[in-house]
């Protein structure tokens, strides 16, 4: 399995303020997911970052509002900017295990950063 | 577009029942299903991974099955105790856009001591 840590675990955040969510691996891995699960609900793909090219955003998510950064094999972040209270939720980022980038690898999940927004 | 259903939704049983938590998918071109536990306010724990050539997977008391031409998994708990209350969830990967995984709803389940 995989080892992931997220910084914070939760935070409560003014209207339009932005915070950055951390997400460390213990081992080297291609593909790097960010999810969030907005209260009540399952979870839901925001991006796939990749190190050393831009993140790829489902449709409904952009950049200018969830800007991703992977500067290496181990860590991203994902920044929820200009926050409404609609972004209160659960932010999770998810890797493969051995990073081969095979469809068959399990993934894991770190556990979660908790938003809150007033 | 992949659609994931998760039946029941919620599910109360008493201790030492055996009990099938059910995954349904709308497109069969499936790479993998994923089931997870997630505690209350917690990230995901995967529990079993069953590979689309695979019928089953089993770990413990939990035995996971595959049916990939009708678009249908199931997830079997056996013997239930009150520390397997969570919320299961379901996901399956495998479409044009890579390894990305697309959840169920989720079933919420309470085992009563």
């Known amino acids: 399995s995989a080892v992931i840590s997220q910084k914070p675990s939760r935070d409560i955040c003014q209207r339009g303020t932005s915070l950055t969510i951390q997400c460390q691996v213990d081992s080297q891995v291609t593909m790097m997911f960010w999810y969030r699960q907005q209260p009540g609900q399952s979870l839901t793909l925001i991006a796939t970052a990749n190190q050393g090219s831009e993140a790829t955003y489902e449709s409904g998510f952009v950049i200018d509002k969830f800007p991703i950064s992977r500067p290496n094999l181990t860590f991203s972040t994902l920044t929820v900017s200009n926050m409404s209270p609609e972004d209160s939720s659960i932010y999770l980022c998810?890797?493969?295990?051995?990073?081969?980038?095979?469809?068959?690898?399990?993934?894991?999940f770190g556990p979660g950063t908790r938003l809150t927004v007033l | 577009k992949q659609e994931v259903t998760q039946i029941p939704a919620a599910l109360s049983v008493p201790e030492g029942e055996n009990l099938v938590l059910n995954c349904s998918f709308t497109?069969?071109?499936?790479?993998?299903l994923q089931w997870f536990r997630q505690d209350p306010g917690k990230g995901l724990t995967s529990l079993l991974l069953?590979?689309?050539?695979?019928r089953e997977q089993t770990s413990g008391r939990l035995n996971a099955s595959l049916d990939k031409s009708s678009g249908r998994s199931t997830l079997y708990i056996a013997a239930s105790q009150p520390g397997d209350s969570a919320t299961y969830l379901c996901?399956?990967?495998?479409?044009?856009?890579?390894?990305?995984?697309?959840f169920g709803g989720g079933t919420r389940l309470m085992v009563k001591p």
């Open positions: 998810s890797v493969e295990r051995g990073g081969s980038g095979s469809v068959y690898d399990e993934q894991f």
């Open positions: 497109d069969s071109a499936i790479y993998n």
């Open positions: 069953i590979q689309s050539s695979q």
């Open positions: 996901a399956v990967s495998g479409d044009n856009a890579g390894n990305m995984l697309t």
